[in-house]
């Protein structure tokens, strides 16, 4: 990366990070990023729980961003990625831990029918005890630079 100013833990000035309690990663600045609370069921998946989380993208985000909730879009032609910490199951519902690096090819598709969709994956992990959503857009027609920009901000994944 010729030209490009870096900072401490090799971030460059055209990253920002987000972060979710323990989970911090870069998010180039030419990304959407938007917080997120959440207590209704269609997105938590628990009855009576909130989350609280973040969506970035490769375009802009409205408020309400996350899945299922008024704001999500996920366009054809952009790539988003979605984290949350998941809230509390049950003790017998323990995530995978996962060491940093991750990479998309950690995440599994999300099944549709009886094809699993070629645009939607997902990775449930623990870290430091608590568990984990990380849900990966990648549009049909999404442009090669914002694949790529995608695998280097799941790739900055790490544990604070």
């Not at 938590?44 to 309400?64: D, F, I, K």
């Not at 999500?72 to 509390?88: C, K």
């Not at 990479?103 to 430091?128: C, Y």
């Amino acid at each position: 990366m010729a030209g490009v100013l870096l900072h401490a833990h090799g971030r460059s000035a055209r990253s920002r990070s987000a972060t979710v309690a323990a989970v911090r990663f870069d998010v180039p600045r030419r990304f959407g990023r938007r917080y997120f609370s959440s207590c209704r069921y269609m997105v938590t998946g628990v009855r009576g729980t909130c989350v609280r989380g973040v969506v970035v993208a490769s375009y802009p985000l409205r408020p309400n961003p996350e899945i299922a909730a008024a704001g999500a879009s996920f366009r054809s032609a952009g790539v988003a990625l979605e984290l949350y910490r998941a809230p509390w199951q049950g003790p017998d519902v323990i995530a995978p831990t996962i060491q940093p690096p991750v990479s998309l090819a950690d995440f599994h598709s999300v099944s549709r029918g009886i094809r699993p969709s070629t645009e939607q994956r997902e990775l449930f992990f623990s870290v430091k005890g608590a568990n984990y959503w990380a849900i990966a857009w990648v549009g049909s027609r999404a442009a090669k630079s914002d694949r790529d920009a995608l695998a280097s901000v799941v790739a900055s994944i790490r544990i604070d």
